[in-house]
Every structure is written in C-alpha cells, then in structure tokens.
C-alpha cells in the first residue's frame, strides 16, 4: 500500500529546476535608464508559507553579503539591499511572500543608472530558484564578519550625506554594524566631562598649514566624530590639534541637524 502514494506525494513536492525554471519564465522588466528600470519575478512554491518564504530569501540574501534593512515574516515582506561598491550605489530589493507560496521578488534602479537584465535575472534566480515548502521560517543564518571598511573621513562623511539627502531613513539601518576603519585629521577632541571623550575628523581633508583657518561654509559640511572606547584615554590626552589620525569604529547614527557621523566604541590605530 505505501509503495502506491509514493509517486503522488512526491509530485506534490516542486523540484529545484522546476523552480527555477518559473522565475526564469516570469522575469520582466520595464521602464528605461532615463525613467529608472524595474525588474520583478516571481515563484510559486506549494506548501511554502509566506514566513519559509521570506526565511529562506532572507538566509540567501545574509549568504550574498547582503544586508537586510526590514524583514516581516507574518506579513510576508522583506527588504535586502547589496552594498555599494566603486560600480553602483547600494541596491535595495524588494522581497514579498504569501501562504499560497508566491514569492515575488523586485528590484528598481535610479534614474540613470544601467543594469545588465541577464545578470540581475541571474542574481534573482540564483536567490529564489531553490525555494523549498515548509510551514516556518529557517533559523537566521548568521552574517560572515567582515573585516573594517577603510575610508577617509570625507569619503565616508559625503557618502552618507549624500544617500540621506536620497532618502534619511534608509541610512540607520543601511549601516548599522558597520565597522570602519576612517583616516583624516583631528580637528579637536572634548574635555570627558561627559564620562566619554569624542574625537572630531576635520572636514575635508585638512589642512596641510596647522593654524589656516577655515571659510564658513566649511562649518556646515558634515564631519565624522568619533566615542572612543573606555580604554581609549590615554590616546585622547596625547592627541593634538591636527595630527594625523586613523581610527576603528561602528557606525552609530548620523544627526542631519549637526551635520555628524558618529561612529562609536573608536580605538585609535597606530
């Protein structure tokens, strides 16, 4: 008697290629690079709710180095965004589920930019193209840690000034967990009455004459400010003005109204 609901039961079950093979077929694209291109595709998995759904994109995204900016397993939706790099500014994509098993997948670039739909179909796939039924979400797979990001501190000050001019929101939990290792010049560090000392990168690069004084427009462009870590006072009481430093640090939160990147938990780098 088994062996007769063997076959039946396994064809209630998609296989991998099947899978894939629908989000090949469903992939779309629409607009153009002056409108801003769009993409989408979609899977349906039988049996897969909307919480393996988004669970299982989820573990595939943290596996690409991806960061997940929100993630709602009983709603079915979620938000991964792959890192800027020297091609492309961060790349948010769109991720929805339902108990019925569609998985539907987007992802929308800027206005000017160009995208290659062979290889962002490719990418899609490659993330939903193996999505298996279940009833809960997998375990969060946990994020390789990867090493400090270095940059100078106007680098990282235009950066993110720039993207929150794009949208403010984004950026707490675009560079949440961030650690950066940031080079520039000390433009002062405060007296640790708070119980903490901050150290201030100087706008720009600095000046290469100590004592020049700097225009007025200079007090309104962001700066990165460092809290040191606990252990750090010896190094604050031995800074002066100028001196060329180099810290590591995680990101914190960005103030718009002072114009400041903090970074916090900072060990000076010798």
Not at 3 to 23: D, E, I
Not at 229 to 234: I, T, V
Request: positive net charge; glycine residues 10%.
């Amino acid at each position: 008697m088994k062996g007769r609901f063997l076959v039946p039961l396994m064809l209630l079950v998609p296989s991998v290629s099947a899978v894939a093979g629908q989000c090949e077929d469903n992939f779309t694209k629409k607009g153009n690079p002056l409108s801003g291109q769009e993409y989408f595709t979609q899977v349906q998995v039988p049996g897969m709710s909307a919480a393996a759904g988004i669970g299982q994109v989820r573990n595939a995204g943290i596996g690409r180095n991806m960061a997940v900016l929100d993630e709602d397993l009983s709603a079915g939706t979620l938000v991964l965004e792959e890192p800027s790099s020297t091609l492309h500014r961060p790349l948010p994509m769109q991720v929805t589920a339902d108990n019925s098993g569609t998985v539907t997948m987007s992802l929308k670039l800027r206005k000017g930019s160009f995208g290659s739909a062979n290889d962002i179909k490719k990418s899609m796939c490659e993330m939903i193209g193996s999505l298996k039924p279940g009833k809960t979400a997998p375990p969060r797979s946990a994020a390789p840690k990867p090493l400090p990001i270095a940059v100078s501190a106007q680098q990282l000050a235009q950066e993110i000034e720039a993207q929150a001019k794009e949208n403010a929101a984004v950026v707490a939990d675009r560079y949440k967990g961030r650690q950066y290792t940031v080079k520039g010049t000390n433009a002062g560090v405060s007296d640790g009455k708070t119980g903490k000392y901050y150290v201030t990168f100087e706008a720009g690069g600095g000046s290469l004459l100590p004592g020049l004084v700097e225009s007025d427009r200079r007090l309104f462009e962001t700066r990165v400010r460092c809290a040191l870590a606990p252990n750090q006072k010896a190094y604050a009481l031995t800074l002066r003005a100028n001196d060329r430093i180099q810290l590591t640090g995680t990101f914190d939160e960005y103030n718009q109204t002072d114009y400041v990147v903090e970074l916090k938990d900072c060990v000076g780098v010798k």
